[in-house]
């Protein structure tokens, strides 16, 4: 089985410290690189992308809302032209630096308030994948597992890598649980170690109550942030393998070449 580590990284920001990025990069497949909207600057992501095409981690852009004030994590009620251009000037920005650095972005991830609305608004969805669809139709479309976005992006033929997160914690309606409860957030590496083999091997997200719902899972997310961040992307990375799974970058897994 072929499975992908994926990071959210380059967020240099008041709410975001980068110092865990350069070892993270030597531990996961590919990185969502904040596009200076929400965090980052031109200076981190060319940091964040040199390092990653150094460990041959794969590059993604990672859109958010224009509010570095609330690291895009408010809800903001935006027109289909506004999303739009959201989506088109952020990409844009990671693939020209990218190109600088003779090398291109292969993915792309919505973040924060932007990825939790299209996950549950089919309009904001499918804006959203029209708009990739139209800049690159080869960018592959990283996105929750049984979201809005991915029924959109397979509708209309995008490729798609399903996710789940590493050290979450889901609600039995298959959504996380608000970062507002005291159990949204898993910290201890092995749970979450064990969390990730068991949804892996099932195929099957697994709700904080017992329950599990069958899904497809492409990609595992592990956070930057915290203090046992590296600790836990190293665990999981150790248990997949050990499990036998094949860890690739998206762009060199069979299911997207």
């Known amino acids: 089985m072929e499975i992908n580590i994926n990071c959210d990284l380059g967020e240099s920001s008041k709410f975001h410290s980068t110092e865990n990025d350069p070892l993270l990069l030597t531990i996961v497949n590919s990185a969502n690189i904040a596009c200076g909207y929400h965090a980052g600057d031109k200076e981190t992501m060319e940091k964040t992308i040199q390092i990653s095409k150094k460990n041959k981690v794969s590059i993604g852009a990672h859109p958010s809302?224009?509010?570095?004030?609330?690291?895009g994590r408010k809800r903001l009620n935006l027109s289909s032209v506004e999303v739009k251009k959201l989506i088109t000037e952020q990409i844009n920005i990671i693939s020209d630096i990218a190109k600088s650095k003779e090398t291109k972005v292969t993915h792309i991830k919505p973040h924060g308030?932007?990825?939790?609305?299209?996950?549950?608004?089919?309009?904001?969805?499918?804006?959203i994948s029209e708009t990739i669809k139209k800049i690159n139709k080869d960018l592959i479309f990283l996105v929750p597992t049984g979201s809005e976005m991915e029924k959109v992006g397979n509708k209309i033929g995008l490729k798609v890598a399903a996710e789940i997160f590493a050290d979450r914690n889901y609600e039995d309606n298959g959504n996380l649980v608000s970062r507002s409860k005291k159990n949204a957030m898993i910290t201890d590496p092995r749970i979450a170690e064990n969390h990730v083999i068991k949804m892996v091997r099932n195929q099957a997200i697994n709700c904080y109550s017992g329950k599990q719902i069958a899904c497809d899972i492409d990609s595992i997310c592990v956070h930057g942030d915290g203090i046992s961040a590296v600790n836990t992307a190293k665990q999981i990375k150790e248990g997949l393998l050990k499990s036998g799974v094949t860890l690739l970058a998206l762009d060199r897994m069979k299911k997207f070449i």
Do not use: G, Q, R, S
Request: aromatic fraction near 14%; include cysteine.
């Open 65 to 71: 809302f224009n509010d570095k004030e609330n690291f």
């Open 113 to 127: 308030a932007l990825n939790n609305m299209a996950c549950e608004d089919y309009e904001l969805a499918k804006i």
